[in-house]
C-alpha cells in the first residue's frame, strides 16, 4: 500500500501492544547498528509544548530533546544536503536536483548499499523532479550523481509495511505531513501513526535502532534552532541536552554510530552518542 498525502491508511497498521509513552528510559545492551531520520520543515523550536503538535510533544516527554540545535541554512535544500554531506556545497536555493547536480561524497555513498530512502507521494524510485505534493529539494539522495545506480535501487516510494532493515533509512514525508504546507496538527496526527510503526519494528524491539525526528530549518528566524528528538532504548525518559549541536551533529552521531568516516562539518560537530546515551 503506497501513503498518499493525507495518510489516514497508516493507522490501521499501528498496534496498541507497544507502549508509546515508555519507549525510552530502558538501559541495557544496545549495539545501535540501524539509524532513521525522519525530517519534518519550516517549524521552529516553539513546536516544543505546543498544542498543536501533543503526540510530538509526548515523545519529548518520554525520550530525549536537543534543545540548543541550529539549522545551518535557509531555504530547505541547502540543509538537507548539510545533513547528508557535511556541507551546504555552496547551495543557496532550493533548485532542482538538474540544476545542482553533486559529484561529492555522501552519507549515501559512504554506506554503499547499506541505505534505504522512503519518500512520501514520490511518484517513482529516484525521482528527481518535483510534482504533486512530492519535493525533490525534500530527498538528498537524488542529487549526488555518483549513487545513481543505488539511489534507483534504494530511493523509493513509502509503503507499508516499512522495511527497516537497512542500516541508515530516511524517511521524508509529503509537502503536508511534514508540516511544510498544513498545519502542525496535520503533520503530528502523521507522527502519530507513523511513529508506532517504528516503535515496534523488530529493529526497535531488538535494541539496535535509532529514530532521529528534526526539521531542516525553522520558520525563518534569525537563530535557525529547530528541535531534535532522540528516541532509543537507553535514552533516559526526558532527557534535555543543551550542548550546541548543529546539523553536523545529526550526521557525526550516525556516522559513529554506523562506523563510517566524517564528512566535512560533521568532523568538528558535538555528537550526541555520549550526552544521549546511545
Known amino acids: 500500500m503506497t501513503m498518499v498525502m493525507t495518510a489516514p491508511p497508516l493507522g490501521a497498521s499501528a498496534s496498541s501492544s507497544l507502549p508509546v509513552g515508555a519507549p525510552c528510559g530502558s538501559p541495557g545492551s544496545e549495539n545501535y547498528d540501524h539509524v532513521v531520520w525522519i525530517l519534518l520543515e519550516n517549524v521552529g523550536y516553539s513546536v516544543v509544548s505546543s498544542p498543536s503538535a501533543p503526540y510530538l510533544n509526548s515523545l519529548v516527554a518520554a525520550c530525549g530533546l536537543a534543545t540548543n540545535d541550529d539549522a545551518v541554512s535557509h531555504p530547505s535544500l541547502p540543509n538537507y544536503i548539510a545533513l547528508t554531506s557535511g556541507s551546504t556545497q555552496g547551495i543557496i536555493d532550493d533548485g532542482e536536483p538538474s540544476a545542482h547536480p553533486l559529484s561529492v561524497p555522501s552519507i549515501f555513498s559512504q554506506l ?40 534507483d535501487r534504494n530511493d523509493v516510494p513509502l509503503s507499508l509495511p516499512l522495511n527497516l532493515s537497512a542500516n541508515f533509512t530516511f524517511i521524508t514525508p509529503n509537502i503536508c505531513n511534514d508540516m511544510h504546507s498544513c498545519a502542525v ?58 550542548i550546541a549541536f548543529t546539523h553536523y551533529s545529526l550526521l557525526r552521531t550516525t556516522e559513529s554510530l554506523l562506523h563510517i568516516g566524517l564528512l566535512g562539518g560533521a568532523r568538528s560537530a558535538h555528537s550526541m552518542v555520549a550526552p544521549f546515551h546511545l
Open 112 to 151: 554503499g548499499n547499506r541505505w534505504r530512502a522512503l519518500v512520501e507521494s514520490m511518484p517513482s524510485s529516484c525521482d528527481r523532479v518535483t510534482s504533486g505534493s512530492y519535493a525533490a529539494r525534500h530527498n538528498p539522495a537524488v542529487y549526488y550523481r555518483s549513487i545513481a545506480a543505488a539511489c
Open 185 to 242: 496538527s496535520v503533520g503530528d496526527t502523521w507522527l502519530r501513526k507513523m511513529v508506532p510503526l517504528i516503535l515496534e519494528s523488530p529493529e526497535y524491539q531488538s535494541r539496535s535502532l535509532v529514530l532521529f525526528i528534526t526539521f531542516d530549518e525553522n520558520d525563518s528566524q534569525a537563530s535557525n534552532r529547530v528541535p531534535t528528538l532522540v528516541i532509543a532504548p537507553s535514552v533516559p525518559s526526558g532527557e534535555r541536552v543543551a
